[in-house]
């Protein structure tokens, strides 16, 4: 109890200066290229991820696909955004973290009642 009431401050920007820092980075740094953090997850990693995407609208997840594709055109290019469009970008501002927390609860229900799973991964 006492360990994670520690981990808990040692990551929370709001009380330690360095994860503040860490933070302040990582938003630069998705600034420059206009991505949200969300738009990290790789659904191809977590079938929860997939999921979460399935259910958003098609609008949001067109907006993510935009979004990467800029960025890796901008990757390639070894060029940033330009100053005033990084300036409107909102790298923290979450459109799956909802989604995402509503499936892992499924699946924990799923789980708690000894019901089967809706994905099941397979070995190609």
């Known amino acids: 109890m006492a360990s994670s009431k520690l981990v808990k401050v040692i990551i929370d920007p709001k009380k330690n200066w ?15 290229y206009g991505l949200r953090y969300d738009d990290l997850y790789d659904p191809m990693e977590s079938l929860d991820i997939k999921e979460a995407l399935g259910r958003l609208p098609r609008e949001i997840v067109d907006a993510r696909n935009q979004r990467l594709l800029r960025a890796m055109d901008l990757s390639m290019k070894h060029e940033y955004l330009p100053k005033d469009l ?3 970008q909102t790298p923290f501002r979450s459109y799956l973290s909802d989604m995402l927390a509503l499936v892992e609860r499924e699946k924990a229900e799923r789980q708690a009642l000894g019901a089967l799973p809706l994905q099941q991964r397979t070995i190609p």
Do not use: P
């Open 86 to 88: 990084q300036a409107q």
């Open 18 to 32: 360095f994860a503040a820092l860490h933070k302040k980075t990582i938003e630069n740094r998705l600034r420059k």
